[in-house]
């Protein structure tokens, strides 16, 4: 590879962990989220569900909301880190066709 190419790799991965850093709410919420669903088991999941309609929400879980509905990037990075896990465990648990 020549310096050009070491260059484009560095400034790219410089440029993720700035991006990354730049939330630590998101980072702190999507890796809960994504504990949440590889830890818990279906019959866990399930009770949830049906006990959660109505509950208030944690205010750092209000506030990382607040700030997806205003910033549609933090959104897409929100939802590239915890979609797969959570449609992966539901489809497991038969709670999505």
């Known amino acids: 590879m020549n310096k050009t190419s070491w260059f484009l790799i560095l400034s790219s991965g410089i440029a993720a962990g700035v991006a ?8 702190k919420v999507a890796d809960k989220v994504v504990q949440k669903y590889q830890t818990s088991t279906c019959e866990q999941l399930w009770q949830e569900k049906a006990a959660g309609q109505g509950k208030p929400k944690p205010e750092m879980e209000q506030r ?16 590239n880190r915890v979609s797969a896990p959570i449609v992966s465990k539901m489809f497991e648990c038969g709670m999505i066709p």
């Open 20 to 27: 990354f850093a730049q939330h630590p709410i998101l980072d």
């Open 64 to 79: 990382l909301v607040q700030l997806l509905r205003e910033d549609p990037q933090m959104r897409s990075e929100f939802f």
